[in-house]
Protein backbone atom coordinates (compact mmCIF):
# COMPACT_ATOMS: atom_id res chain seq x y z
CA UNK A 1 0.00 0.00 0.00
CA UNK A 2 2.74 2.20 0.55
CA UNK A 3 4.57 2.16 -3.18
CA UNK A 4 0.40 2.80 -4.07
CA UNK A 5 0.74 5.88 -2.16
CA UNK A 6 4.10 7.06 -3.02
CA UNK A 7 3.14 6.46 -7.48
CA UNK A 8 -0.17 8.47 -6.27
CA UNK A 9 1.45 11.31 -5.12
CA UNK A 10 3.90 11.47 -7.87
CA UNK A 11 0.49 11.13 -10.38
CA UNK A 12 -1.10 13.68 -8.11
CA UNK A 13 1.72 15.91 -9.30
CA UNK A 14 1.45 15.66 -12.79
CA UNK A 15 -2.56 16.24 -12.74
CA UNK A 16 -1.95 19.12 -11.01
CA UNK A 17 0.68 20.59 -13.43
CA UNK A 18 -1.71 19.66 -16.15
CA UNK A 19 -4.15 21.65 -14.37
CA UNK A 20 -2.04 24.61 -14.08
CA UNK A 21 -0.10 24.45 -17.78
CA UNK A 22 -3.94 24.41 -19.49
CA UNK A 23 -4.99 27.68 -17.08
CA UNK A 24 -2.27 28.94 -18.09
CA UNK A 25 -1.99 27.98 -21.88
CA UNK A 26 -5.62 29.82 -21.51
CA UNK A 27 -4.74 32.89 -20.38
CA UNK A 28 -2.14 33.63 -22.72
CA UNK A 29 -3.67 32.59 -25.61
CA UNK A 30 -6.64 34.87 -24.60
CA UNK A 31 -4.68 37.64 -24.10
CA UNK A 32 -2.37 37.12 -27.50
CA UNK A 33 -5.81 37.20 -29.20
CA UNK A 34 -6.74 40.13 -27.79
CA UNK A 35 -4.14 42.08 -28.85
CA UNK A 36 -4.21 40.85 -32.01
CA UNK A 37 -7.21 41.61 -32.70
CA UNK A 38 -6.81 45.13 -31.13
CA UNK A 39 -4.22 45.42 -33.51
CA UNK A 40 -6.10 44.19 -36.72
CA UNK A 41 -8.73 47.49 -35.28
CA UNK A 42 -5.97 49.75 -35.56
CA UNK A 43 -4.71 48.97 -38.86
CA UNK A 44 -8.36 48.45 -40.02
CA UNK A 45 -8.78 52.20 -38.44
CA UNK A 46 -5.69 53.64 -40.38
CA UNK A 47 -7.45 53.09 -44.66
CA UNK A 48 -4.79 52.20 -46.11
CA UNK A 49 -4.70 49.19 -45.49
CA UNK A 50 -3.20 48.43 -49.41
CA UNK A 51 -0.70 50.97 -49.54
CA UNK A 52 2.68 50.85 -48.07
CA UNK A 53 3.14 50.24 -44.18
CA UNK A 54 4.45 53.04 -42.42
CA UNK A 55 7.92 53.28 -40.85
CA UNK A 56 5.71 52.69 -36.99
CA UNK A 57 3.27 50.26 -38.38
CA UNK A 58 6.10 47.74 -39.28
CA UNK A 59 7.74 47.87 -35.94
CA UNK A 60 4.52 47.19 -34.47
CA UNK A 61 3.95 44.62 -36.81
CA UNK A 62 7.26 42.73 -36.11
CA UNK A 63 6.72 43.64 -32.08
CA UNK A 64 3.32 41.41 -32.47
CA UNK A 65 5.40 38.69 -34.48
CA UNK A 66 7.99 38.35 -31.68
CA UNK A 67 4.82 38.50 -29.08
CA UNK A 68 3.41 35.57 -31.12
CA UNK A 69 7.01 33.94 -30.79
CA UNK A 70 7.74 34.43 -27.43
CA UNK A 71 4.49 33.31 -26.04
CA UNK A 72 4.49 29.98 -28.15
CA UNK A 73 8.18 29.03 -27.27
CA UNK A 74 6.95 29.77 -23.41
CA UNK A 75 4.06 27.56 -23.71
CA UNK A 76 6.41 24.78 -25.44
CA UNK A 77 9.11 25.17 -22.52
CA UNK A 78 6.36 24.67 -20.05
CA UNK A 79 4.79 21.61 -21.98
CA UNK A 80 8.63 19.76 -21.86
CA UNK A 81 8.33 20.88 -18.09
CA UNK A 82 5.42 18.41 -17.72
CA UNK A 83 7.27 15.12 -19.84
CA UNK A 84 9.70 15.81 -17.27
CA UNK A 85 7.42 14.82 -14.47
CA UNK A 86 5.60 12.37 -16.43
CA UNK A 87 8.54 9.98 -16.61
CA UNK A 88 9.28 10.48 -12.65
CA UNK A 89 5.83 8.73 -12.76
CA UNK A 90 7.05 6.16 -14.78
CA UNK A 91 10.26 6.03 -12.27
CA UNK A 92 8.35 5.70 -8.91
CA UNK A 93 6.36 2.83 -10.86
CA UNK A 94 9.68 1.04 -11.15
CA UNK A 95 10.97 1.89 -8.32
CA UNK A 96 8.17 0.61 -5.95
CA UNK A 97 6.95 -2.37 -7.85
CA UNK A 98 8.74 -5.49 -9.04
CA UNK A 99 7.63 -6.79 -12.18
CA UNK A 100 9.17 -9.71 -11.86
CA UNK A 101 6.16 -12.27 -10.45
CA UNK A 102 7.50 -14.97 -11.89
CA UNK A 103 9.33 -16.78 -8.68
CA UNK A 104 5.81 -16.93 -6.71
CA UNK A 105 4.16 -18.75 -9.70
CA UNK A 106 3.27 -22.23 -10.28
CA UNK A 107 5.58 -23.60 -13.37
CA UNK A 108 3.52 -24.75 -15.92
CA UNK A 109 -0.21 -24.21 -14.41
CA UNK A 110 -0.90 -23.08 -18.27
CA UNK A 111 0.83 -25.53 -20.49
CA UNK A 112 -2.01 -27.32 -20.87
CA UNK A 113 -4.86 -26.54 -23.55
CA UNK A 114 -7.62 -27.22 -21.00
CA UNK A 115 -6.35 -25.11 -19.14
CA UNK A 116 -6.03 -22.36 -21.61
CA UNK A 117 -9.54 -22.89 -22.23
CA UNK A 118 -10.89 -22.71 -19.18
CA UNK A 119 -9.04 -19.23 -18.66
CA UNK A 120 -10.53 -18.08 -21.46
CA UNK A 121 -13.75 -18.72 -20.39
CA UNK A 122 -13.17 -17.09 -17.59
CA UNK A 123 -12.18 -13.57 -19.03
CA UNK A 124 -15.43 -14.24 -21.32
CA UNK A 125 -17.32 -14.61 -18.54
CA UNK A 126 -15.96 -11.65 -17.10
CA UNK A 127 -16.59 -9.40 -20.52
CA UNK A 128 -20.28 -10.75 -20.52
CA UNK A 129 -20.56 -8.95 -17.07
CA UNK A 130 -19.21 -5.71 -17.85
CA UNK A 131 -21.35 -5.68 -21.14
CA UNK A 132 -18.55 -5.54 -23.64
CA UNK A 133 -20.47 -8.56 -25.94
CA UNK A 134 -17.98 -7.19 -29.33
CA UNK A 135 -14.81 -7.91 -26.85
CA UNK A 136 -16.16 -11.03 -25.63
CA UNK A 137 -17.11 -12.31 -29.18
CA UNK A 138 -13.71 -11.41 -30.81
CA UNK A 139 -12.06 -13.64 -27.88
CA UNK A 140 -14.23 -16.65 -28.30
CA UNK A 141 -13.36 -16.84 -31.98
CA UNK A 142 -9.25 -16.10 -31.25
CA UNK A 143 -9.24 -19.25 -28.83
CA UNK A 144 -11.69 -21.22 -30.36
CA UNK A 145 -14.43 -21.65 -27.67
CA UNK A 146 -17.45 -21.71 -28.03
CA UNK A 147 -20.23 -20.60 -25.53
CA UNK A 148 -24.01 -21.97 -25.44
CA UNK A 149 -26.48 -18.93 -26.20
CA UNK A 150 -28.51 -19.70 -22.84
CA UNK A 151 -25.51 -18.94 -21.29
CA UNK A 152 -24.92 -15.67 -23.29
CA UNK A 153 -28.74 -14.38 -22.88
CA UNK A 154 -28.98 -13.70 -18.99
CA UNK A 155 -26.21 -11.35 -19.63
CA UNK A 156 -27.32 -9.75 -22.30
CA UNK A 157 -30.52 -8.71 -20.47
CA UNK A 158 -29.12 -7.92 -17.50
CA UNK A 159 -27.04 -5.31 -19.47
CA UNK A 160 -29.57 -3.98 -21.42
CA UNK A 161 -32.09 -3.37 -18.38
CA UNK A 162 -28.87 -1.72 -16.59
CA UNK A 163 -28.08 0.23 -19.34
CA UNK A 164 -31.12 1.39 -19.46
CA UNK A 165 -31.50 2.81 -15.49
CA UNK A 166 -28.13 4.45 -16.14
CA UNK A 167 -30.17 6.25 -18.91
CA UNK A 168 -33.00 6.62 -15.88
CA UNK A 169 -35.32 4.42 -17.93
CA UNK A 170 -37.24 2.18 -15.17
CA UNK A 171 -39.45 0.44 -17.55
CA UNK A 172 -37.18 -2.26 -18.74
CA UNK A 173 -36.32 -3.09 -14.92
CA UNK A 174 -39.96 -2.45 -13.54
CA UNK A 175 -40.84 -5.17 -16.56
CA UNK A 176 -38.11 -8.06 -15.63
CA UNK A 177 -38.89 -7.52 -11.37
CA UNK A 178 -42.83 -8.10 -12.42
CA UNK A 179 -41.98 -11.12 -14.21
CA UNK A 180 -39.60 -12.38 -11.48
CA UNK A 181 -41.81 -11.36 -8.48
CA UNK A 182 -42.12 -14.82 -6.99
CA UNK A 183 -38.32 -15.63 -6.89
CA UNK A 184 -37.72 -12.03 -5.64
CA UNK A 185 -40.39 -12.47 -2.92
CA UNK A 186 -38.38 -15.73 -1.68
CA UNK A 187 -35.55 -13.45 -1.46
CA UNK A 188 -36.95 -10.80 0.08
CA UNK A 189 -36.03 -8.21 -2.01
CA UNK A 190 -37.67 -4.62 -2.05
CA UNK A 191 -35.81 -4.10 -5.38
CA UNK A 192 -39.66 -4.13 -6.85
CA UNK A 193 -40.72 -1.12 -4.53
CA UNK A 194 -37.67 0.72 -4.95
CA UNK A 195 -38.19 0.71 -8.87
CA UNK A 196 -42.22 2.50 -8.01
CA UNK A 197 -40.51 4.19 -5.33
CA UNK A 198 -37.88 5.43 -7.57
CA UNK A 199 -40.67 6.16 -10.64
CA UNK A 200 -43.60 7.49 -8.62
CA UNK A 201 -40.50 10.31 -7.42
CA UNK A 202 -39.58 10.78 -11.45
CA UNK A 203 -43.50 11.94 -11.77
CA UNK A 204 -43.09 14.63 -9.04
CA UNK A 205 -40.36 15.92 -10.52
CA UNK A 206 -42.95 16.61 -13.39
CA UNK A 207 -44.23 19.47 -10.63
CA UNK A 208 -48.24 19.64 -10.62
CA UNK A 209 -48.83 18.40 -14.04
CA UNK A 210 -48.16 15.30 -13.13
CA UNK A 211 -50.28 14.93 -10.00
CA UNK A 212 -53.05 12.74 -11.32
CA UNK A 213 -50.75 10.71 -13.00
CA UNK A 214 -48.57 10.37 -9.44
CA UNK A 215 -51.62 9.25 -7.65
CA UNK A 216 -52.76 7.08 -9.92
CA UNK A 217 -49.78 4.98 -9.98
CA UNK A 218 -49.51 5.00 -6.38
CA UNK A 219 -51.63 2.27 -6.76
CA UNK A 220 -49.01 0.33 -6.89
CA UNK A 221 -47.71 0.79 -3.62
CA UNK A 222 -50.72 -1.49 -2.39
CA UNK A 223 -48.37 -4.90 -2.16
CA UNK A 224 -46.29 -2.90 -0.42
CA UNK A 225 -47.77 -1.32 2.65
CA UNK A 226 -47.03 -3.61 5.41
CA UNK A 227 -42.96 -4.13 5.01
CA UNK A 228 -42.79 -0.30 3.57
CA UNK A 229 -45.08 1.80 5.24
CA UNK A 230 -43.49 4.35 6.18
CA UNK A 231 -41.81 4.80 2.79
CA UNK A 232 -45.08 4.99 1.36
CA UNK A 233 -46.30 7.79 4.03
CA UNK A 234 -43.46 9.97 2.95
CA UNK A 235 -44.04 9.26 -0.79
CA UNK A 236 -47.66 10.90 -0.33
CA UNK A 237 -46.86 13.52 2.23
CA UNK A 238 -44.48 15.01 -0.43
CA UNK A 239 -48.07 15.40 -2.75
CA UNK A 240 -49.13 18.16 -0.61
CA UNK A 241 -45.67 20.27 -1.29
CA UNK A 242 -46.14 19.16 -5.64
CA UNK A 243 -47.65 23.30 -6.52
CA UNK A 244 -44.06 24.53 -4.59
CA UNK A 245 -41.96 22.06 -6.32
CA UNK A 246 -40.27 19.12 -4.48
CA UNK A 247 -37.13 20.83 -4.25
CA UNK A 248 -38.36 23.83 -2.33
CA UNK A 249 -39.98 21.56 0.19
CA UNK A 250 -38.97 19.84 3.49
CA UNK A 251 -38.89 16.03 0.81
CA UNK A 252 -35.73 17.67 -0.94
CA UNK A 253 -34.31 14.64 0.40
CA UNK A 254 -36.72 12.51 -2.49
CA UNK A 255 -34.33 14.03 -5.04
CA UNK A 256 -31.03 12.49 -3.75
CA UNK A 257 -29.14 11.46 -7.33
CA UNK A 258 -27.35 8.60 -5.14
CA UNK A 259 -30.87 6.70 -5.37
CA UNK A 260 -29.56 6.11 -9.07
CA UNK A 261 -26.46 4.33 -8.41
CA UNK A 262 -28.20 2.34 -5.70
CA UNK A 263 -31.12 1.33 -7.61
CA UNK A 264 -28.35 -0.66 -10.06
CA UNK A 265 -26.57 -2.37 -7.56
CA UNK A 266 -29.81 -3.74 -5.98
CA UNK A 267 -30.53 -4.61 -9.32
CA UNK A 268 -27.12 -6.55 -9.98
CA UNK A 269 -26.74 -8.51 -6.47
CA UNK A 270 -30.89 -9.65 -6.87
CA UNK A 271 -30.41 -10.35 -10.34
CA UNK A 272 -27.06 -12.55 -10.28
CA UNK A 273 -28.66 -13.99 -7.28
CA UNK A 274 -31.82 -15.59 -9.24
CA UNK A 275 -28.87 -16.26 -12.02
CA UNK A 276 -26.77 -18.07 -9.17
CA UNK A 277 -23.67 -15.93 -9.70
CA UNK A 278 -21.81 -13.77 -7.77
CA UNK A 279 -22.56 -10.41 -7.92
CA UNK A 280 -18.39 -9.54 -9.00
CA UNK A 281 -17.07 -11.76 -11.13
CA UNK A 282 -14.62 -14.43 -10.58
CA UNK A 283 -11.72 -12.55 -12.27
CA UNK A 284 -12.04 -9.40 -10.33
CA UNK A 285 -12.28 -11.02 -7.39
CA UNK A 286 -9.09 -13.51 -8.33
CA UNK A 287 -7.35 -10.22 -9.36
CA UNK A 288 -8.44 -7.94 -6.28
CA UNK A 289 -7.03 -10.82 -4.12
CA UNK A 290 -4.36 -11.71 -6.18
CA UNK A 291 -3.33 -7.46 -5.82
CA UNK A 292 -3.42 -7.67 -2.23
CA UNK A 293 -1.29 -11.33 -1.72
CA UNK A 294 1.23 -10.62 -4.19
CA UNK A 295 3.70 -7.94 -2.39
CA UNK A 296 3.47 -10.50 0.59
CA UNK A 297 4.45 -13.40 -1.40
CA UNK A 298 7.25 -11.31 -3.01
CA UNK A 299 8.90 -10.32 0.85
CA UNK A 300 8.44 -14.04 1.62
CA UNK A 301 10.37 -15.03 -1.54
CA UNK A 302 12.79 -12.75 -0.98
CA UNK A 303 13.60 -13.40 3.12
CA UNK A 304 13.60 -17.21 2.05
CA UNK A 305 16.07 -16.07 -0.75
CA UNK A 306 17.89 -14.40 1.42
CA UNK A 307 18.20 -16.72 4.29
CA UNK A 308 18.69 -20.01 2.06
CA UNK A 309 15.85 -22.01 3.28
CA UNK A 310 14.08 -22.75 -0.29
CA UNK A 311 13.20 -26.07 1.01
CA UNK A 312 10.66 -24.79 3.16
CA UNK A 313 8.43 -23.79 0.50
CA UNK A 314 8.24 -26.83 -0.96
CA UNK A 315 3.94 -27.60 -1.19
CA UNK A 316 2.56 -26.00 -4.26
CA UNK A 317 -1.29 -26.22 -2.98
CA UNK A 318 0.09 -24.26 0.47
CA UNK A 319 1.57 -20.95 1.33
CA UNK A 320 3.64 -20.75 3.97
CA UNK A 321 2.39 -18.01 5.90
CA UNK A 322 -1.40 -16.63 6.20
CA UNK A 323 -2.38 -13.92 3.73
CA UNK A 324 -4.88 -11.44 5.32
CA UNK A 325 -7.80 -10.49 2.13
CA UNK A 326 -9.92 -8.37 4.42
CA UNK A 327 -13.77 -9.02 5.47
CA UNK A 328 -14.77 -8.80 1.22
CA UNK A 329 -12.98 -11.83 0.70
CA UNK A 330 -14.79 -13.79 3.12
CA UNK A 331 -17.07 -16.60 1.17
CA UNK A 332 -17.26 -19.31 3.43
CA UNK A 333 -16.53 -19.90 7.32
CA UNK A 334 -13.21 -21.62 8.44
CA UNK A 335 -11.90 -23.66 11.48
CA UNK A 336 -8.35 -23.21 12.92
CA UNK A 337 -8.04 -25.59 15.50
CA UNK A 338 -7.19 -23.98 18.80
CA UNK A 339 -4.84 -27.19 19.77
CA UNK A 340 -2.60 -27.28 17.05
CA UNK A 341 -3.16 -24.29 15.32
CA UNK A 342 -3.64 -25.61 11.76
CA UNK A 343 -6.63 -25.06 9.19
CA UNK A 344 -9.42 -27.89 9.41
CA UNK A 345 -8.73 -29.69 5.84
CA UNK A 346 -10.66 -32.72 4.39
CA UNK A 347 -8.40 -35.24 5.83
CA UNK A 348 -8.40 -33.43 8.90
CA UNK A 349 -11.85 -31.85 9.79
CA UNK A 350 -13.38 -30.60 12.73
CA UNK A 351 -14.93 -32.67 15.24
CA UNK A 352 -17.17 -31.65 17.79
CA UNK A 353 -16.62 -33.45 21.41
CA UNK A 354 -19.69 -34.58 23.42
CA UNK A 355 -19.44 -31.44 25.90
CA UNK A 356 -19.70 -28.82 23.02
CA UNK A 357 -16.15 -28.17 22.27
CA UNK A 358 -14.46 -28.40 18.53
CA UNK A 359 -10.88 -29.65 17.72
CA UNK A 360 -9.64 -31.36 15.02
CA UNK A 361 -9.27 -35.07 13.85
CA UNK A 362 -5.49 -34.64 14.44
CA UNK A 363 -5.66 -33.08 17.84
CA UNK A 364 -8.55 -35.94 18.42
CA UNK A 365 -5.97 -38.28 17.90
CA UNK A 366 -3.17 -37.02 20.10
CA UNK A 367 -5.33 -36.55 22.69
CA UNK A 368 -6.25 -40.07 22.63
CA UNK A 369 -4.91 -41.69 25.85
CA UNK A 370 -5.37 -45.27 26.57
CA UNK A 371 -8.67 -45.56 24.79
CA UNK A 372 -10.37 -42.35 26.39
CA UNK A 373 -10.26 -39.13 25.57
CA UNK A 374 -10.39 -35.93 27.92
CA UNK A 375 -11.57 -32.71 26.61
CA UNK A 376 -8.28 -30.07 26.92
CA UNK A 377 -10.96 -27.19 28.02
CA UNK A 378 -12.95 -29.23 30.38
CA UNK A 379 -13.01 -32.12 32.42
CA UNK A 380 -15.54 -34.24 30.49
CA UNK A 381 -14.14 -37.73 29.28
CA UNK A 382 -15.69 -39.47 27.12
CA UNK A 383 -14.44 -42.07 24.12
CA UNK A 384 -13.16 -41.05 20.97
CA UNK A 385 -15.99 -42.70 18.52
CA UNK A 386 -18.51 -40.23 20.66
CA UNK A 387 -17.23 -37.40 18.54
CA UNK A 388 -18.72 -36.20 15.33
CA UNK A 389 -17.32 -34.54 12.30
CA UNK A 390 -19.22 -31.32 11.58
CA UNK A 391 -19.21 -29.43 8.42
CA UNK A 392 -18.69 -25.67 7.78
Known amino acids: MDQCVCVERELEKVLHKFLMYGQHCDRSLEELLHYVSGLRQELSN ?37 HASVSKVGKAIDRNFDTDVSGVGVEGVWDLHEKQQFLSEVVVGHLYRQGLLSVAEELCQESGICIDLCQKKPFLELNRILEALRLRDLRPALEWTMSN ?58 LVYLRHGIANSPYLHLLDSTQW ?64 LGKKCWYHSVFACPILRQQATESNPPMKLICGHVISRDALNKLINSGKLKCPYCPMEQAPSDAKQIYF
Request: proline residues 3%.
Open 261 to 324: ADICDIFTRDACALLGLSVESPLSVSFSAGCLALPVLLNIKAVIEQRQCTGIWSQKDELPVEIE
Open 46 to 82: TGHLDLQLSATLSLVMSQCCKKIKDTVQKLALDHKDI
Open 181 to 238: RQRLLALNSTLEFKLHRLYFISLLTGGIVNQTEALGYAKNFQPFAQQHQRDIQVLMGS
